[in-house]
């Protein structure tokens, strides 16, 4: 009887899950295993809730954005009984092996079944926020700074013909990465990420300067930036079950628009992108990352390398200790300032 591999991708959603699946599951195939998927991510695997998963459900899912398989912020290390639940479900199913698609939390909880539980777990590095570590990029981060890049040239067109400065306001939650690309990319005035408390002089100097020469400006921020005048209080905000704070409906945009405002006298307008940068199809760079890390993923089993993680690394996608991918967060470093000194 063929040996079974269950898949399941938890965190938030991004395009290039769906070539990620496939690859894994047309590389299984070949290699003589048999897939499932589980649904909702960790929550799968508490429950027991799975879906069939073979060469024909996944042969067009390449082009499509979102995750076949659903998901869920589930992290099953919050409750014991989860634990011991996910381990039940592991033997039950009869599973040689469980491909984790995700981000920090989905791997670091696929990490510790790993280190704890001995369970063989391969992981697949997904985010739109690309803050993971002992991978040079992450699926889901092209398509993402892509739609935001359209968002922030369309603002341009229309801050232009007011005569306003605009203000776009990414996700990426503590990495400044999406914020920082999408910014170079649209050929902004000035970028907040969340690494650099705002220098509102520097900020309000160059808005200035540029308004003064085009009559418009425009501004990406991260979600997560920070004002230093402000003082965010996080402590009091809601948190996710990896104890993450929930950024939505924080209104980092609409506060840089009303500070700049109030301090240069400009019209200013905000936009926020939100979710819309998380969905839709995938772009050719995540459809071929995604596909090569699932493939590498179903060698990894097939090789026995488990407590491994597919990477980027270069041109090679490898294999890599999950805990190197998960001990750190990969963020903004200042190896970049040189370049937005240059162009910001
Ligand atoms: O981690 C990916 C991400 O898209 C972040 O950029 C963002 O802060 C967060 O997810 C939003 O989460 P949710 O979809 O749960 O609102």
């Known amino acids: 009887m063929a040996k079974k591999i269950a898949i399941l991708t938890g965190g938030g959603d991004c395009p290039g899950l769906n070539p990620a699946i496939k690859g894994c599951v047309w590389a299984a195939e070949k290699f003589g295993f048999e897939c499932v998927g589980l649904t909702d991510g960790w929550k799968g695997l508490v429950e027991g809730l799975t879906t069939p998963l073979n060469r024909e459900i996944t042969e067009y899912i390449i082009m499509k954005g979102g995750t076949m398989l659903g998901t869920s912020r589930t992290n099953p290390f919050k409750k014991e ?14 599973l040689h092996a469980l491909v984790a698609m995700g981000g920090e939390d989905t791997l670091g909880v696929a990490t510790k079944f790993y280190r704890e539980h001995k369970l063989n777990v391969v992981g697949v590095p997904k985010t739109m926020d690309n803050d993971l570590d002992a991978t040079d990029y992450t699926f889901g981060f092209d398509t993402s700074v892509t739609k935001a890049m359209e968002a922030a040239e369309s603002l341009m067109d229309t801050g232009r013909s007011h005569r306003r400065v605009m203000v776009l306001e990414v996700m990426g939650r503590h990495a400044g990465w999406v ?8 050929a902004a005035d000035f970028v907040c990420i969340p690494e650099k408390t705002i220098d509102t002089g520097a900020m309000l100097k160059k808005i200035k300067e540029s308004y003064a020469k085009k009559k418009f400006a425009l501004v990406v921020t991260s979600e997560a930036s920070e004002l230093p005048a402000v003082g965010e209080g996080e402590q ?17 945009g609409e506060r840089i628009a009303a500070f700049i405002e109030k301090n240069t006298g400009f019209e200013t307008r905000s936009a926020v992108i939100g979710h819309m940068q ?3 199809a995938p772009t050719l760079f995540d459809r071929m990352l995604g596909v090569r890390v699932g493939v590498k993923a179903a060698e990894l089993v097939r090789d026995g390398q488990f407590g491994q993680m597919s990477a980027l690394v270069g041109n090679e996608i490898i294999g890599v200790p999950l805990e190197k991918a998960t001990g750190r967060l990969k963020t903004v470093s ?7 000194e240059v162009l910001f």
């Open 81 to 94: 009984e989860n634990v011991k639940k996910c381990l039940e479900t592991f033997k039950k199913l009869d």
């Open 334 to 340: 200042k190896d970049w300032d040189g370049l937005m």
């Open 179 to 186: 914020a920082l690309f999408t910014a170079i990319a649209s």
């Open 278 to 280: 998380r969905g839709g």
């Open 236 to 252: 009091k905000r809601e948190l996710d079950q990896f104890g993450h704070v929930i950024l939505k409906d924080r209104g980092m």
